[in-house]
Nanobody, 115 residues
Framework: QVQLVESGGGLVQPGGSLRLSCAAS????????MSWYRQAPGKERELVAAITATGSTNYAGSVKGRFTISRDNAKNTVYLQMNSLKPEDTGVYYC?????????WGQGTQVTVSS
């Protein structure tokens, strides 16, 4: 069955870095647009970054220049490198896979930026 398993979240101080990973299985990973979303307490889920099957990327304005999304089709994994983290980056980060009408979500990983 389809699985998206996120890892790499945790507690980090402002200005620090984290690298999230999302391991995918159960579908043809290379065909899918892969994205990272996040949801802060009391807020709606928002798109953070996306990468197409051909490697084109898109970022939310609030993370542009600080976050980098990448994918390794040989490992069926998508990554989110997060640098210069801010307290407002705190939230649950979700991995998403999308291909036409097919859409899959991971369970999420908590990222907390706090001193």
């Amino acid at each position: 069955q389809v699985q998206l398993v996120e890892s790499g979240g945790g507690l980090v101080q402002p200005g620090g870095s984290l690298r999230l990973s999302c391991a995918a299985s159960g579908f043809t990973f290379s065909r899918y647009v892969m994205s990272w979303y996040r949801q802060a307490p009391g807020k709606e889920r928002e798109l953070v970054a996306a990468i197409t099957a051909t490697g084109s990327t898109n970022y939310a304005g609030s993370v542009k220049g600080r976050f980098t999304i990448s994918r390794d089709n040989a490992k069926n994994t998508v990554y989110l490198q997060m640098n210069s983290l801010k307290p407002e980056d705190t939230g649950v980060y979700y991995c998403n896979a999308n291909y036409g009408v097919f859409r899959h979500w991971g369970q999420g990983t908590q990222v907390t930026v706090s001193s």
